[in-house]
């Protein structure tokens, strides 16, 4: 018979970027005396990838584990981003109940909103916290009033709109029923997780069904499934099965079994339900995949994520400078790699193309995908990517595309300049406020092919000064050609290496965005032209020195520094003849055709 197990609470935490929740968990850590005296801390410590502490935001979906009053509370820290959506899916299925952490000046933001539409179509129990309540600029009640009117937006029950609510300080470990007792420590908040998040519905006894949702991979005992064990009991030594998709592989065994308890694994010989877990020793475990009895086997329902909206093309790179920086450079160790992805993260798909040296991979958004280019250089792979683009599908016989619900916060005197530019990308103002102290806020609903490359436009529009988040919003009917970046490029038509003579050249015809001194080879991007057409040009030309002329007579000449392009910023400016070369060391721009002749040939024949 299932009935809820008292020792445990297995929560969530959901939050919008930057509004603390890492924060939050390491006080937990602290507070209930995961860490020993003498220990070295690390702070957001749940943000282990170098690239979440780089960005800081949380990329993966990770747990922990804290002891308060004999009861074991599982905790898992959760992506605030749309694009790790399949991140947040697979989290809440371990949990039976979410906080939802609200920063006390920003409100519920776009993300926030995406995570808690998830939490409350899964009818899990809320708790509000209300964070940072120290800054100078909370407005708490506002706050408040806005998370109801959120609920309410997104259809919540009474019983989901009956949250309560706690106000905390994450940084120095506070947690207070209202804003303004005497509390000092998170008591509050561990006694209100016991109180209002239930206990797991499971039974020790009976068949035993363990739901894989993460996989991890370990030097000695090799891929780790975690997730967690919905009913029945897991021993070492005793024979099971595994669920797949395609059938059931009976007679499978345990090299060892884990559970969680603070930042560490601890190795157990028998687990039981309820708990959120980690197995290893089962070979080719997918997630989504169910481990249960040999004799009996019962498979859960598999996790089903939202379909992905982003394409990318990752070829092997076969640049004249191929090979000169990374150590991974084949067709095979790219497929390989793209599939190992795939094995941890749900939402990417990978389709193979009839060319050999090229993959399709499927995703969530540039985001999502910039942060894979990104782990895949700094692990020593040499690659190229195209520009991203939509995936579309026909309903009724009609073609239809991928739209979002774009949300801005920005400076009143930039209104008529991002409605201008987002009108052109067949965007829609759905709301707009004034709240009088200088800034605006406004929705727009625009398919998500006008967003590829907008994101750097809006930064220089607003001088850095605007806040701009985005949401999924199901798919409408074609928009038709939408314009993208408006300027040509200058393309270096030779090899060799940038000049200062020749870069004094380029200044009246527009940006560089490779500095002076630089490696460059035929059909490379080497700036941004100030007008529509490409154009290729000598950037490695020297100054012929002669009787009438030294090689000091210009040095006074002062050239405009280039503008460097994050990886992030490449992908939004390349069009669709275009790929960004990426390796361990270096980020370039080229054409995918590098012969200029060739280029001219193919543009003429597309004209006629």
Not at 252 to 276: H, M, N, P, R, W
Not at 330 to 341: A, F, G, N
Not at 367 to 387: N, W, Y
Not at 410 to 436: A, F
Request: one cysteine or more.
């Amino acid at each position: 018979m299932l009935n809820r197990k008292s020792n445990f609470r297995n929560i969530a935490i959901i939050a919008h970027v930057d509004h603390g929740k890492t924060t939050l968990v390491d006080a937990m850590l602290q507070q209930s005396g995961t860490y020993r005296e003498n220990q070295e801390i690390t702070e957001r410590v749940m943000d282990s990838m170098d690239l979440e502490r780089e960005r800081g935001i949380t990329i993966s979906a990770k747990n922990t584990a804290v002891i308060y009053n004999e009861v074991k509370i599982n905790i898992v820290d959760t992506p605030g981003h749309a694009d790790f959506g399949g991140e947040v899916e697979r989290s809440l299925n371990l949990v039976d109940g979410v906080l939802l952490l609200v920063d006390a000046s920003e409100g519920p933001l776009p993300q926030t909103r995406f995570v808690v539409k998830k939490a409350l179509e899964k009818k899990l129990p809320v708790i509000l916290v209300i964070n940072k309540i120290d800054r100078k600029d909370a407005r708490i009640d506002e706050v408040l009033n806005e998370v109801y009117d959120l609920f309410i937006d997104l259809d919540a029950d009474d019983d989901q709109i009956g949250f309560p609510i706690l106000y905390t300080n994450a940084k120095t470990g506070e947690a207070h029923l209202q804003p303004d007792d005497d509390s000092t420590t998170l008591k509050h908040l561990f006694d209100t997780i016991l109180s209002e998040i239930p206990g797991p519905v499971a039974s020790d006894d009976h068949i035993p069904q363990f739901l894989v949702t993460n996989l991890d991979y370990d030097l000695y005992v090799g891929q780790v499934a975690i997730g967690r064990l919905n009913n029945g009991s897991l021993e070492m030594n005793t024979r099971y099965s595994l669920c797949t998709e395609t059938g059931i592989v009976h007679g499978i065994k345990f090299s060892a079994c884990y559970t969680f308890q603070g930042l560490e694994k601890l190795k157990v010989d028998s687990l039981e339900a309820g708990d959120i877990i980690a197995v290893a020793g089962v070979e080719n475990v997918k997630i989504g995949d169910t481990i249960s009895s040999d004799e009996e086997p019962k498979p859960l329902a598999r996790i089903v994520v939202d379909e992905p909206t982003v394409s990318m093309i990752f070829y092997v790179n076969n640049g004249p400078f191929a090979g000169k920086e990374g150590k991974y450079l084949t067709s095979r160790h790219l497929l390989d790699r793209l599939q190992k992805e795939t094995l941890s993260n749900v939402s990417l798909q990978i389709n193979r193309l009839e060319r050999g040296d090229a993959f399709e991979v499927w995703g969530r958004g540039e985001l999502q995908m910039a942060i894979l280019i990104e782990t895949m250089r700094r692990e020593g792979f040499e690659f190229m990517v195209s520009k991203p683009r939509v995936i579309t599908k026909e309903v009724d016989g009609k073609l239809v595309e991928p739209m979002e619900r774009v949300f801005f916060d920005i400076p009143e005197d930039n209104v008529g300049v991002i409605t201008e530019k987002l009108s052109k990308r067949k965007g829609k103002m759905t709301q707009m406020q004034n709240h009088g102290h200088g800034r605006a806020t406004m929705e727009f609903s625009i398919p998500s092919r006008g967003l590829i490359g907008f994101r750097s436009q809006f930064l220089t529009d607003t001088k850095g000064a605007g806040i701009m988040n985005k949401l999924f919003d199901g798919y409408a009917p074609w928009f038709g050609p939408i314009p993208q970046r408006q300027n040509g490029t200058l393309i270096a038509d030779r090899t060799g290496r940038v000049t200062p003579y020749a870069c004094v050249a380029m200044v009246d015809r527009g940006e560089m965005i490779v500095g002076v001194g630089t490696n460059v080879y035929c059909g490379m991007i080497i700036g941004e032209r100030n007008r529509r057409q490409d154009i290729d040009v000598n950037i490695t030309r020297e100054k012929k020195l002669t009787n009438m002329r030294s090689a000091t007579s210009d040095a006074t000449v002062t050239l405009r520094p280039p503008r460097n392009l994050s990886l992030d910023q490449t992908l939004e400016f390349i069009s669709e003849d275009e790929l960004v070369e990426v390796t361990p060391t270096s980020i370039r721009l080229r054409k995918m055709e590098l012969d200029a002749n060739r280029r001219i040939s193919a543009r003429k024949s597309e004209e006629a």
